[in-house]
């Protein structure tokens, strides 16, 4: 599945983005989903997933202040994020894979979107 995000952008601490992520097939209702971010100079890490049943999950450092959500009648994954630090900045990326529950490693994930740049400033 093709994976297009969107949303990204430059924010003041305290505010919210909703990051988007809009898939090509229909069929991405059944796949596992998740939003992954990289900051400079460090390597990816994992922020929040959904299994294609709809349960969530998140990384203890965005517990309470982000929500993934989807929208199936439009192939869509979100991912709104509130009170937002300067350590969230990075680019976001959404990726998915078809396979029953859901993963925190990237490597799992076989389809990527081609990230968008969330910028926090103090």
């Known amino acids: 599945v093709q994976l297009q995000a969107s949303g990204g952008g430059l924010v003041q601490a305290g505010g919210s983005l909703r990051l988007s992520c809009a898939a090509s097939?229909?069929?991405?209702?059944?796949?596992?989903k998740g939003w992954f971010r990289q900051a400079p100079g460090k390597e990816r890490e994992y922020v929040a997933g959904?299994?294609?049943?709809?349960?969530?999950y998140y990384a203890d450092s965005v517990k309470g202040r982000f929500a993934i959500s989807r929208d199936n009648g439009v192939n869509t994954v979100y991912l709104q994020m509130n009170s937002l630090k300067p350590e969230d900045t990075g680019v976001y990326y959404c990726?998915?894979?078809?396979?029953?529950?859901?993963?925190?490693?990237?490597?799992?994930?076989?389809?990527w979107g081609q990230g968008t740049q969330v910028t926090v400033s103090s």
């Open positions: 990726a998915a894979f078809l396979r029953p529950g859901s993963s925190i490693q990237d490597g799992d994930y076989r389809d």
């Open positions: 097939e229909r069929a991405f209702s059944h796949y596992a």
């Open positions: 959904m299994s294609y049943s709809g349960n969530t």
